[in-house]
């Protein structure tokens, strides 16, 4: 009897084992998703700061091309956002602009990112205001078949 008492007992503490093992893993992947979650909203929160004004939005050309005209002096992001057909892609550059000044061949590279980032961009609420400062450059990405200039993807400049 003892030795049916303890195969019993092993099979319970083997069932109990596996079972911790099996919520210990359930656990694992609640934790592990909810560190994703939180990581993707402090990311969708950083692609526009509290303290950027979003100031103009524009579409890139055919040929990859942006411009933004009379835009006041000053510090800016500009976040090149677009859903391609096989993902979704972001990138930004910080320029500063003085009054009156031109600046060209502000290429900005993008890259793949979650949908929610770059939904989150393309429904930004544009503040606009007016000056003399121009910005222009292209968009582009890789892919394993070269670099590739890219069109209608949104470009959006942030005063900072």
Known sequence: MSKMSN??????????????????????????SILF???CMLSISSVFAQEEAP???????KNGNYIFSNLPAGKYKIAAVGKMPMAVVMGEKIVTCSKGETLKNIDIEVKAVSK????????????????????????????????HYLSNVVVIASQI
Do not use: Y
């Not at 109990?16 to 992947?29: G, N, Q, S």
């Open 7 to 32: 195969a019993k007992s092993s099979q319970v503490g083997e069932s109990i084992e596996m079972r911790l093992e099996k919520d210990f893993k359930k656990i694992f992947l609640v934790v592990c």
């Open 37 to 39: 979650l939180l990581g």
């Open 55 to 61: 100031t103009a939005k524009t579409t890139t050309d």
């Open 116 to 147: 929610e980032e770059v939904d989150l961009a393309l429904n930004v609420k544009i503040e606009r205001r007016t000056g003399d400062c121009t910005l222009s450059g292209k968009v582009w990405g890789k892919s394993p078949f070269g670099t």
